[in-house]
């Protein structure tokens, strides 16, 4: 069985990884590939319901707040609530797994402890990768959705339509844990807890959240989830609900205040009233959760795409945000990476349950966000692969993941966005142009590796 053996020092990134000089300490410098035999069996896509999930949680989680930013970064678009994220400790991962010693959790605390992907098997979902703490801080900084500090623009999709947010290689999720937490900031204030809710608010965010592993979708992606939600507006409820549960004299008031519980410090219990609170704060919030585990590619895509069609108002469009983070190391799964976006990206999927105009729908103000080094050592992945891929396959007429009838989905052109050495180049299926990229904190990685955030967009859309 071969391996990923990432040269980083420590186990994990921590809270301790920013500075005020480079940003965030780089841990994922250097990736080497040991031989493979190419033997192993693509685990098949699979969706998981929220439901399903939440009957695997473990009765707390222990969880850390990662820093986003260094010390004295300003930005106009940043709410001072959201300069760090939650994420579930990996001892506390380690200590379920453990726990509950299965066959399947044996290779996971193997690659825990030693550091190690194993391609087809695990895919390093468990981990917090460096370029999705700069892709989160690239969305909060500067954020897709109108809010009060910022003009629609471009990138600020259609007013009124849902969006469908899709995470590919999610893992511990930072990305969409920065955009569900500015979705609850950017609401109102709830009602107190006894107050009625007459009409829940339509549908607007839908996220499917994916990784090769379904394991790390249950310990790590929905933890973080149900860990956000606490961050930014459980905390209150609870707070109020505690409050005014001890004063009242009610039957309801009476049966809230034997619902209550304690929470320490980066300790959170997770009874039954907990969760049903969180699930009630997504229906207010309209926001839906589905997961989608296994590999990328035609099945993978109509799963996800189906989403998409039921979030479809009368006039057929729907905003599609696609975010990846370290998903092109490998330049073996480029070419399917490349045509999954490209086929999310245009809603060209075959599979997609209900799709309009022969599966060619276009779904308005699509784009894709991809945060990578611009090199992986040792492997032969990073941008200018990524970039050669989708010019082969523009060249091609696209071709695979649900998108290939031959003619291509249009041009896909990638910009540069971000780049921790402050400039980018702006590609189109292989062309470059210079271009200026947005500065920001971040700083190279260990050994001199650049990173960026790329913009993956179909020509005219």
């Not at 439901?51 to 106009?76: E, R």
């Not at 402890?113 to 801080?137: F, M, Q, V």
């Not at 549960?245 to 959170?268: I, M, P, Q, R």
Request: negative net charge; glycine residues 12%; charged residues 25%.
């Amino acid at each position: 069985m071969s391996t990923f053996a990432f040269g980083f020092s420590g186990d994990d990134i921590d809270t301790e990884d920013i500075d005020g000089d480079n940003g965030i300490a780089a841990n994922l410098a250097e990736v080497q590939l040991a031989k493979n035999d190419e033997t192993e069996s693509l685990i098949p896509p699979q969706k998981h319901e929220l439901d399903d999930l939440l009957k695997t949680l473990p009765s707390h989680l222990s969880y850390d707040l990662i820093p986003l930013f260094p010390q004295g970064f300003t930005s106009d678009n940043l709410n001072p609530q959201l300069t760090h994220l939650p994420r579930r400790s990996h001892f506390d991962i380690l200590t379920q797994l453990k726990a509950e010693a299965t066959p399947s959790s044996s290779p996971l605390i193997h690659a825990l402890t030693n550091n190690d992907l194993h391609p087809t098997i695990y895919e390093g979902g468990l981990k917090t990768w460096e370029c999705s703490i700069d892709l989160a801080r690239y969305l909060l900084s500067s954020p897709p959705f109108p809010t009060e500090n910022k003009d629609e623009d471009e990138d600020s999709g259609n007013e009124g339509e849902p969006w469908h947010i899709i995470e590919l290689g999610a893992g511990s999720a930072l990305p969409s844990l920065a955009l569900f937490s500015s979705l609850f900031l950017s609401s109102p204030t709830p009602s107190p807890p006894h107050t009625p809710q007459p009409h829940p608010h339509p549908l607007k965010t839908h996220f499917t959240l994916s990784d090769y592993n379904a394991s790390a979708l249950s310990l790590s992606t929905l933890p973080n989830l149900i860990l956000a939600w606490w961050e930014v507006r459980g905390k209150h409820e609870h707070h109020s609900s505690t409050t005014s549960s001890s004063k009242a004299g009610d039957t309801e008031g009476k049966k809230e205040a034997e619902a209550t519980f304690e929470v320490e410090s980066n300790e959170l219990p997770l009874p039954p009233p907990l969760l049903a609170r969180f699930r009630t704060a997504l229906v207010e919030h309209g926001i839906e959760f589905d997961f989608v585990s296994g590999a990328w590619g035609e099945e993978f895509v109509g799963l996800v795409a189906e989403n998409a069609t039921m979030l479809q108002p009368q006039t057929g469009s729907v905003n599609t945000l696609i975010l990846a983070s370290e998903t092109i190391y490998n330049p073996r799964t480029l070419p399917v990476f490349v045509q999954t976006v490209r086929a999310l990206l245009s809603g060209s999927s075959r599979n997609a349950a209900a799709a309009k105009a022969e599966g060619r729908a276009k779904l308005a103000g699509s784009r894709a966000l991809v945060a990578a080094k611009k090199v992986y050592f040792g492997v032969g992945g990073g941008v200018r692969e990524l970039v050669d891929e989708v010019g082969r396959q523009r060249r091609n007429g696209g071709g695979g993941a649900g998108g290939g009838d031959g003619d291509g989905d249009g041009d896909v052109e990638v910009e540069t966005v971000w780049d921790s050495d402050g400039m980018g180049r702006r590609r189109r299926g292989g062309g470059d142009q210079e271009a200026k990229g947005d500065e920001g904190g971040g700083g190279e990685g260990e050994g001199g590796v650049g990173r960026l955030v790329l913009k993956v967009s179909l020509e005219g859309g």
